[in-house]
């Protein structure tokens, strides 16, 4: 059809049916399609963003990087070709780079709210949540009635620390959109719902209408949850996260044997105390691990309170640089193959790549915080590279922390959170969290310090200076004002970490009585004392 028209002709036919495939979520057409106009014209930056898009949305990175990189130096005044070009290098874990090719395309005039849209995203990835919320306004401001930009907008102000915002930006994504099913549920975790104000019967009546959907009953089940659990009904709130977590256990296809594979293959590549091989010096790392949903955040706020040091949120980054260096490719965060290979790795240039992977951002104080709780499994890989970083566990009663990762929706797309579906797998999670830090204890003594949350709620003053001393900080008052650090939080506890210490949450488990039976014997035949 298209042999016949004289070559600019030719080319534009293609890139519009280029677009309109995209348009269609068909990365292969759109790909073949850009391929013919790059053929025809390999310095036509069109084709190369076509080709780079299309590689983005099928998983070629590298592909990706290599035409989007084309049609931004090609058209270096393209703010859609820049963000998309940064956009691939935030998919490839280059996040230096990544931030400052965003800060190019964010300076470039742009009216196209589906590039800001792109540039928030990619600010997002790179922990920029200052700089993702400026982009996400900008996209709302010029397209009000953009579902995608007022639900993003809505998430950076809860990270920001702006609950009332946050609410009505999620008010007006439910408004151009009621299908727009996270919502829901992150609406209902900026504030506790009361007897007055509440979306119970809102989300009732549309979980009755999308019984066969699987992605709005996992949220709506979800949010049901939260709400009933603050207006006091346990009962139904149960009901809900347990409808909610079954339905997305059908797609996430979790299998507790891994983990406990992941914890065997550690113990055998760490069997024992040995001498502190050649590593990196840094002391600027500080991790805080542990279970999710048992205090990292908070610890992280208390010390990233402190003049000296930056948070720099949950990185993949360590994960990431000991895949790169070992040659192993895995889907999952730490294949036992990978452990069993980790004698083969270069420690001090491990411990280097990691602290350069977190560049430019923990270049402005003398710390930073990595706090990917998950990182308890890579304890022996920090201490062999990086012998002078700090490593704090946090620790929290297991039924509480098991409630508690039961309670919250994660993302089904996350590497990590795939337990998180079935209250008994949390359990079974919980018990190699826990035989994963005994045995760090034995091995590794006195590198890490086990601190638990309920303690520092107790006494946080004794419990800062713990973390302060462990860290050869010196003391500073902020830390005992955690509640006021301005600085983003980009985690489930975003709300709960910008109020004062609070005990309500202590014990929350016994008031679900015998619901929970069957995950406290499953942790009492482990070992695991749940009363004393």
């Known amino acids: 059809m298209t042999t016949s028209l004289e070559p600019d002709s030719q080319i534009d036919l293609l890139l519009q049916q280029a677009e309109v495939a995209m348009q269609a979520h068909d990365p292969a057409t759109t790909g073949a399609l850009a391929e013919r106009v790059v053929r025809l014209r390999p310095d036509h930056p069109g084709g190369h963003y076509f080709v780079g898009r299309a590689s983005l949305d099928l998983g070629y990175i590298g592909r990706a990087l290599e035409h989007l990189q084309r049609a931004a130096s090609l058209n270096p005044k393209s703010a859609t070709y820049t963000a998309h070009f940064a956009s691939a290098l935030a998919r490839a874990s280059r996040t230096g780079e990544a931030i400052q090719v965003a800060n190019i395309a964010a300076a470039l005039p742009s009216e196209d709210s589906a590039t800001l849209l792109t540039l928030g995203s ?120 347990t409808a909610s977590k079954l339905t997305g256990a059908s797609r996430v296809g979790y299998a507790s044997t891994l983990d406990r594979a992941r914890v065997d293959a550690m113990i055998r590549a760490f069997p024992e105390r040995h001498p502190q091989p050649k590593s990196y010096p840094s002391n600027e790392p500080i991790f805080v691990v542990g279970m999710p949903r048992s205090g990292t955040t908070l610890v992280e706020r208390i010390l990233s309170s402190h003049p000296e040091v930056h948070s720099a949120g949950e990185l993949p980054n360590f994960g990431i640089q000991v895949e790169r260096l070992s040659g192993v490719a895995t889907s999952d965060m730490l294949s036992p193959d990978l452990i069993d290979r980790c004698h083969e790795l270069d420690w001090e240039r491990l411990g280097l790549r990691y602290v350069d992977s977190t560049r430019p951002q923990t270049t402005n104080k003398p710390r930073f915080i990595d706090k990917l709780p998950h990182n308890f499994l890579f304890a022996g890989f920090i201490a062999n590279a990086l012998p002078n970083a700090r490593i704090i566990c946090l620790r929290r009663h297991p039924m509480d922390t098991c409630l508690s990762n039961f309670r919250e929706l994660f993302s089904e797309d996350s590497p990590l959170h795939g337990y998180s579906f079935d209250l008994l797998d949390i359990g079974r999670f919980y018990i190699q969290f826990d035989r994963m830090m005994a045995h760090w204890r034995k091995v590794l003594p006195g590198r890490i310090l086990e601190i638990s949350y309920e303690e520092i709620v107790a006494d946080q003053e004794s419990c800062s200076r713990r973390l302060l001393a462990h860290c050869e900080l010196p003391w500073d008052d902020a830390c005992l004002r955690f509640e006021q650090n301005p600085a983003a939080v980009a985690t489930a506890s975003t709300v709960q970490v910008r109020e004062p210490i609070y005990a309500t949450s202590i014990g929350r488990w016994l008031r679900y009585g015998a619901a929970l039976q069957p995950l406290e014997q499953l942790l009492n035949d482990a070992g695991i004392a749940t009363r004393t």
């Not at 699987?214 to 009904?233: F, I, N, V, Y």
């Open 122 to 241: 990619v600010y997002m990835r790179c922990h920029a949540f200052e700089r993702a919320h400026a982009a996400f306004r900008r996209a709302a401001t010029l397209a009000p009635k953009d579902a995608a930009a007022r639900f993003n907008l809505g998430v950076t102000s809860t990270f920001l620390g702006s609950p009332d915002l946050a609410e009505v930006e999620f008010n007006a994504c439910l408004g151009s959109r009621a299908d727009f099913w996270r919502a829901y549920g992150l609406r209902s975790r900026l504030r506790r719902q009361t007897v007055e104000r509440n979306h119970v019967a809102q989300m009732q009546g549309l979980l009755a209408k999308h019984l066969d959907d699987d992605e709005a009953k996992t949220e709506l089940h979800s949010a049901l949850g939260k709400e009933l659990e603050d207006l006091g009904d346990l009962a139904k709130a149960f009901e809900h996260y």
